[in-house]
């Protein structure tokens, strides 16, 4: 079983506009960090924000924000306000105790930015 | 700090050669990692190591030899090229801890664009 789905292989949203990537986590560790990144077309990996499994409150960071519904076991990511900028490929990331803190990665979503 | 480092940026094999990627970090990380990306595939897990001298295979490690004789060094070796290791691979660090803790996420090199032809 895949342990990060991505269920959004492209994505398009207007400039200012605030936009939901999907991500939802299998695990029955009870200790694991779930990861956002970022790939823009010139291929680095950017990190975005994380969620800890024992975190009370949704992460947020700058326009970031995680939302996190443990028993749903979806850990969204929501990019307020888009900019063109955010165009990029977006990568949600597992790592959990019980598989000696492996990551393990989505597919992707790729966002584009309409002006 | 230079963070991860990776050599080279660019390679073009032929089928059967051999050649090693490497990969450096100056953050004192212990876990370090290479992942190759293919098309719509994401990030898939080569090999790991969880500090010097100890290694272990993720989820495609055929054809990928590692080492990690030093806590900076993490070279990747491919034996013998073949046209489906066409990929461009990541090596990345992260410091150890519980998963769940804070400050674990890892930090990627720029990666390398591999062909084989």
């Known amino acids: 079983a895949q342990k990060i789905t991505q269920t959004q292989p492209g994505m398009f949203v207007q400039e200012k506009e605030a936009v939901t990537l999907d991500c939802t986590y299998d695990t029955s560790d009870p200790s694991y960090g779930l990861f956002w990144y970022k790939q823009p077309s010139s291929g680095e990996m950017i990190f975005l924000i994380y969620q800890g499994s024992y975190d009370q409150q949704n992460a947020t960071e700058g326009r970031y924000s995680l939302n996190f519904q443990k028993a749903r076991k979806s850990a969204n990511l929501v990019i307020s306000a888009s900019q063109l900028g955010d165009s990029a490929m977006y990568f949600c990331?597992?790592?959990?105790?019980?598989?000696?803190?492996?990551?393990?990665f989505g597919t992707g979503t790729s966002l584009t930015v309409i002006p | 700090n230079a963070g991860v480092t990776q050599t080279p940026k660019f390679q073009v094999l032929k089928t059967g050669q051999s050649m090693t990627l490497q990969c450096a970090q100056d953050?004192?990380?212990?876990?370090m990692s290479w992942y190759r990306q293919d098309p719509g595939m994401g990030l898939r897990l080569i090999h790991y190591s969880v500090g010097a001298g100890i290694t272990d295979q993720g989820e495609v490690p055929n054809g990928y030899n590692v080492s990690r004789s030093t806590t900076e060094d993490f070279p990747l070796r491919l034996l013998s090229a073949a046209p489906s290791q066409t990929s461009v691979y990541f090596c990345?660090?992260?410091?150890?801890?519980?998963?769940?803790?804070?400050?674990?996420?890892?930090?990627f090199g720029p990666g390398t664009r591999l062909t084989v032809t």
């Open positions: 953050m004192n990380h212990e876990y």
């Open positions: 990331a597992m790592r959990e105790k019980n598989t000696g803190n492996q990551f393990y």
């Open positions: 990345a660090s992260s410091s150890p801890g519980l998963a769940g803790s804070r400050g674990l996420e890892q930090y």
